[in-house]
């Protein structure tokens, strides 16, 4: 059984980072697409940042590139969102998610329905 569990949400002054943290059990990481998606009190879920199996590529949401990175620890089957220069924009609650077919180093943030198994999601808060 696949399950992925969100860590590292929190509340944080504007200008501040936090570091998300996307851990599973039932699969290893190093062989799927990883996304983070985030969604904002009514509004729709949207895609922030994923990276491709193994070494693939890393994509970003135009609102985070610059500020965001995506990166993988094969070791702990974890992957991470570290969050610089946060926003109070940036308020939301944080998803990972994974797809089902192993061995893409493309992925993608844009279709959220490519993605099988999701976290229950991590709240970030941004306010002064």
């Known amino acids: 059984q696949v399950q992925l569990v969100e860590s590292g949400g929190g509340l944080v002054q504007p200008g501040g980072s936090l570091r998300l943290s996307c851990a599973a059990s039932g699969l290893s990481l190093d062989y799927y697409a990883i996304g983070w998606f985030r969604q904002a009190p009514g509004k729709e879920r949207e895609g922030v940042s994923c990276i491709g199996s193994s070494i693939g590529i890393t994509v970003y949401a135009d609102s985070v590139k610059g500020r965001f990175t995506i990166s993988r620890d094969n070791a702990r089957n974890t992957v991470y969102l570290q969050m610089n220069s946060l926003k109070p924009e940036d308020t939301a609650v944080y998803y990972c998610?994974?797809?089902?077919?192993?061995?893409?180093?493309?992925?993608?943030?844009?279709?959220?329905?490519?993605?099988?198994?999701w976290g229950q999601g991590t709240q970030v808060t941004v306010s002064s």
């Open positions: 998610a994974t797809v089902s077919i192993p061995y893409r180093s493309t992925c993608s943030i844009q279709h959220r329905d490519e993605y099988s198994y």
